[in-house]
């Protein structure tokens, strides 16, 4: 039987208004994945589970916070697993992006603002892994400070027009992100 927080994050997708074809194509694979996976939502689900994350934003909408990923020594947006006692994906992308970049007071848009499904090789060792993952944005209070976690090899801002990799992928969240903060 699926969780409450399974029936959220189905909930919260199927009723998404993707941003672009390529976007609704994901929600879609989201929702089949949701709708045939019980445990979906979760890292035991294998080889697809989904995720949650967040691109913290400053204050002043000039920068945002990224993480050097410890183990694919990358710089991402911070987020994770969902863990069995979080009760929405929004919960479990607050969750993440406060543990991961020691930022107090943190304020979540709850709608999604981009899907990005992705090999992690590093993830388990059987191979395969693939994250669907669900991307939110949070703005920072002003003058917040920040803190490295164990996940992490570095936690710093970036301007958004100075991404140190800037990827198609980190450029649409950024882009997608500043389009929904205004």
């Known amino acids: 039987m699926p969780s409450a927080l399974h029936s959220s994050a ?3 997708l199927a009723g998404w208004r993707a941003p672009t074809p390529t976007q609704s194509a994901l929600r879609a694979r989201y929702v089949a994945h949701l709708e045939a996976e019980p445990q979906g939502v979760l890292r035991e689900c294998y080889p697809d589970h989904l995720t949650a994350s967040t691109l913290v934003v400053s204050a002043d909408r000039s920068s945002v916070l990224l993480t050097l990923h410890r183990k694919a020594r990358r710089w991402f ?3 994770g697993h969902v863990e069995p006692g979080d009760t929405s994906l929004t919960g479990a992308a607050l969750r993440e992006a406060t543990e991961e970049s020691g930022v107090a007071g943190l ?3 709850p709608v999604p603002v ?4 992705h090999p992690v ?3 388990d060792p059987r191979g395969g ?3 669907l993952d669900v991307r939110f944005v949070a703005t920072a209070p002003a003058g917040a400070a920040h803190a490295t976690s164990a996940e992490s090899l570095d936690v710093a801002w ?3 027009d100075g991404l140190p990799e800037p990827e198609p992928d980190m450029l649409e969240l950024v882009a997608l992100a500043r389009q929904r903060l205004g």
């Open 10 to 12: 189905l909930a919260v």
């Open 121 to 123: 090789p590093f993830c």
């Open 107 to 109: 304020v979540l848009d």
């Open 77 to 79: 947006q911070l987020g």
């Open 114 to 117: 981009q899907l990005s499904a």
């Open 129 to 131: 892994v693939t994250h």
């Open 158 to 160: 970036w301007p958004v």
